[in-house]
Nanobody, 117 residues
Framework: QVQLVESGGGLVQAGGSLRLSCAIS????????MAWYGQAPGKQREWAAQ???????NNADSGKGRFTISRENAKNTVALQMNSLKPEDTAVYYCKIVFTGSLRSYWGQGTQVTVSP
């Protein structure tokens, strides 16, 4: 069973930064896609950023120029650097991974990000 554990969330003022990290219990050298999603109160979970096996990255419009997804194979982690945070970024952020040759998505339990005005 693959486990994902997010960390790095917290309370920050608007304009501040946070770095989220997701530790994965399996070697991530062979993966199809890794991604971060945010779920604001009362809303559906929404895609925020993704990293594919060829190291291509993509961001949702809401995070372009502010959020950066990256991986560190040696530590089996994927990170989300969040800069210039806005109150509307407030959400629980989840990481997801799909390994090569599988259609199954593995999710973490989420980490809360709260941005005050």
């Amino acid at each position: 069973q693959v486990q994902l554990v997010e960390s790095g969330g917290g309370l920050v003022q608007a304009g501040g930064s946070l770095r989220l990290s997701c530790a994965i219990s399996r070697n991530i050298s062979s993966f199809n896609v890794m991604a971060w999603y945010g779920q604001a109160p009362g809303k559906q979970r929404e895609w925020a950023a993704q990293l594919t096996h060829d190291d291509s990255t993509n961001n949702a419009d809401s995070g372009k120029g502010r959020f950066t997804i990256s991986r560190e194979n040696a530590k089996n982690t994927v990170a989300l650097q969040m800069n210039s945070l806005k109150p509307e970024d407030t959400a629980v952020y989840y990481c997801k991974i799909v390994f090569t040759g599988s259609l199954r998505s593995y999710w973490g339990q989420g980490t809360q990000v709260t941005v005050s005005p």
